[in-house]
């Protein structure tokens, strides 16, 4: 999930309500198509563009000319995570949507209760075209679980774009304090400000900042086992952790030992130009980062605060299915989304991409070991890491509007560590009430 889209996805979702409670149904035992006798095409929406783009419709060519079934997909680019989604939503409106969408889960929400995507545990659990075992033993469990949430424990897509996040270290700088990588292993956000001060007054640069504030606060507040916004629309905004940690990434802000992205937008920029010691930011985002062989780039699972919980977000778009299809349809989809997400695929397209790959037997393909012991890829350097923070990744409720609900926590974050809002009391109580309205507008 390339960072660039992160910031850009859909604000306004329509005709989706907020809960979801998707009812229970006898999905495991529903008929379906499990083979096709006649061609069948089929068309995919997505977002993906440049080298992206390019190695989804690379697995595609592939897919259409050696799955001797007869199916051809057709991948339709519909610009930008927001254009894709409003797209989806007008054609869910007017039921003319195509076979497959590569969407966020938050969007997935409201078109799994309108009925507009379809349940694919029939498909998983089907003893002649299933891959249950698959399912549960080697795709990554943070990643089904997400699109596993709607109550029902059914799964209603795959994932394909996916990352987390990372500490982006510039070792040499690190070096020149005193440090060194082993002294950020298992890295509390007190030991990081302690680091974070020297840089300030040593190196005159601030030592560390997210490179997204609204994921600063959603993981800060999940390293107290609560959600920004659960399922059900509760907001856990007016609490003390809340006061807490608020307070004290406004002082070290104000020390300038920390920083937010403010008009660089992203810190990579900054960190690329050694103006910034180190930033955790998007395993997707690492391209973006240019050491020009002027210092050693490493990579460090993120900090938590002492006598917390490990928390690190897993975001991103997965692979689903949608009704507006016949049963032919649906399974020549349904065959697609297994090959595009094969081991040797998620390998290719995750080194290709700079996402994750979704199946931990991806590590043991040939591309994979490769750039894995590359010592001057980035890639090689941040997936390991990612993957040991897999196993506490969390992912956010996908509630109505979420996307315009992290853009208030990230305006109101920022305004607040960096002194616009001077009251912790009007920031709970703006935040709580912006929040509410976005998430109850249809």
Request: proline share 3%; net charge negative; hydrophobic share 35%.
């Amino acid at each position: 999930m390339k960072k660039r889209f992160l910031a850009s996805l859909l604000t306004v979702v329509t005709t989706m309500s907020l809960f979801v409670g998707c009812k229970k149904t006898d999905s495991t035992t529903e008929e379906i198509i499990t083979e096709v006798n006649e061609p069948v095409s089929i068309e995919m929406w997505h977002y993906l563009t440049g080298a992206q783009g390019e190695v989804l419709q690379s697995i595609i060519d592939d897919f259409n000319s050696t799955n001797g079934k007869g199916i051809t997909v057709t991948a339709v680019n519909q610009g930008n995570i927001t254009d894709l989604n409003k797209k989806v939503v007008a054609a869910a409106q007017s039921n003319s949507l195509p076979a497959i969408i590569n969407v966020y889960p938050d969007l997935a929400t409201g078109l799994i209760q309108d009925g507009k995507i379809i349940d694919l545990t029939p498909y998983i659990n089907n003893d002649k075209i299933g891959m249950k075992d698959e399912i549960k033993n080697d795709y990554v469990k943070a990643f089904i679980d997400e699109v596993s949430q709607w109550n029902d424990g059914s799964i209603y897509g795959i994932p394909l774009t996916k990352s987390t996040e990372v500490v982006y270290v510039n070792e040499t700088l690190l070096g020149t304090l005193g440090y060194t990588m082993n002294d950020l292993k298992n890295l509390t956000m007190e030991k990081l400000t302690e680091i974070c001060k020297k840089s300030k007054e040593e190196l005159d640069i601030p030592g560390f900042g997210f490179d997204s504030s609204s994921n600063a606060f959603i993981s800060t507040l999940k390293m107290d086992g609560k959600d920004f916004i659960e399922l059900d629309g509760t907001i856990n905004v007016d609490n003390e952790w809340v006061r807490e940690f608020m307070q004290y990434y406004k002082d070290n802000t104000e020390k300038g030992y920390f920083r937010t992205p403010g008009e660089d937008t992203y810190l990579s920029g900054p960190f690329s130009n050694e103006k910034l010691l180190m930033y955790q930011g998007s395993t997707a985002g690492a391209a973006h980062i240019q050491t020009n062989g002027q210092f050693v780039l490493g990579i460090s699972e993120v900090p938590k605060f002492e006598d917390k919980f490990n928390a690190v977000i897993q975001q991103g778009a997965s692979l689903f299915i949608t009704n507006n299809t016949t049963p032919q349809q649906r399974y020549a989809a349904y065959e697609f989304i297994k090959y595009a997400t094969n081991t040797e695929n998620t390998a290719q397209f995750a080194v290709a991409t700079g996402y994750l790959p979704v199946r931990y037997s991806a590590e043991e393909t040939t591309i994979m070991k490769d750039v894995l012991s590359d010592i001057e890829s980035i890639y090689g350097k941040v997936y390991p890491v990612a993957k040991e923070e897999l196993d506490y990744a969390y992912y956010t409720p996908a509630i109505n509007n979420a996307q315009s609900a992290r853009n208030i926590i990230q305006e109101k974050y920022e305004s607040y560590v960096n002194g616009s809002i001077t009251d912790i009391d009007t920031f709970i109580n703006d935040t709580t009430s912006q929040v509410k309205t976005s998430i109850q507008r249809q």
